[in-house]
């Protein structure tokens, strides 16, 4: 996938499945994962049928990934930055177990 160029932007360091990614600061998590090549962000629940970013507005929810630990977050709604750890989101993320870890929503 080719972008313009924007020589004037900073760069981030985000990682997705363990993998570092150089984004473009501003962008959001998607379109950093799409330009770095990233296709398929999540499976679903009953079929395990792999998902990407439809919208890129926040309507389908077909972008879902774990941010940092917390899961059902909008890929194509959350702004890289520097550090972020990104998760595919396998199936529907279980905020039960996430809470009984000690997680917060």
Known sequence: MARLARNTVSKVMIHFAGEPIEAQAGDSVAAALLSAGYGVFRTTPVSG?????????????????????????????????????IQPQDSAFDAVAA???GDTL
Do not use: K, T, Y
């Open 49 to 85: 049928a792999a998902r990407g970013p439809l919208c890129m507005m926040g309507v389908c929810f077909d972008c879902l990934v774990q941010i940092d630990g917390l899961g059902n977050q909008q890929a194509c709604m959350r702004e890289v930055r520097e550090g972020m750890r």
């Open 99 to 101: 809470i009984s870890l």
